[in-house]
């Protein structure tokens, strides 16, 4: 019952500089399965403490999806994300995390949390072609209701 009262299904934790996400991830989601995601470029509130609008966001959600790059693992915002989401789930009993792999992560950007974070959690890796797109979207979706 709980659940319903969220403002967000989910909350997505991605860098800026990953195109993918407002180009794939958002139509995806929110256009054909209906969901709506909380996208920091677009829905955190202007004047507010950056960290005050990521612990508010989190909060609001149903689920947390982390989407993980280079750009991501580089990003000192977006592992603090990931930290702050891993705790919400710890001590709110919140749905387990949701990551997608978009690439590999190079060895000079895995930081320890990073690894440790990839080695306990089941993820989805992106594959950009043809064969596998539909069951991408489909392991996501799934993951994520």
Same mark, same amino acid.
């Given at each position: ?37 909380c ?9 507010r %403490?950056?960290? @005050?609008?990521?612990v508010?966001?989190?909060? $609001? &959600?149903?689920?947390? /999806? ?24 710890l ?9 997608? %792999?978009?690439? @590999?992560?190079?060895?000079e950007?895995?930081? $320890? &949390?990073?690894?440790? /974070?990839?080695?306990?959690?089941t ?23």
């Amino acid at each position: 019952m709980a659940e319903r009262q969220k403002l967000y299904d989910v909350f997505v934790s991605y860098s800026a500089e990953d195109d993918w996400v407002l180009d794939n991830l958002v139509p995806q989601l929110e256009g054909n399965e209906g969901m709506k995601l909380c996208i920091h470029e677009r829905d955190f509130q202007p004047g507010r %403490l950056i960290i @005050d609008n990521i612990v508010e966001s989190i909060e $609001n &959600s149903r689920r947390v /999806l982390i989407i993980l790059s280079n750009n991501f693992a580089r990003s000192e915002w977006c592992q603090f994300e990931m930290t702050l989401a891993q705790k919400h789930v710890l001590h709110q009993a919140m749905e387990p995390l949701c990551v997608v %792999l978009l690439e @590999d992560i190079d060895s000079e950007n895995m930081s $320890n &949390s990073l690894h440790a /974070l990839l080695k306990t959690t089941t993820y989805i890796t992106w594959y950009n072609d043809a064969e596998n797109i539909h069951l991408f979207w489909d392991r996501l979706k799934n993951s994520l209701i």
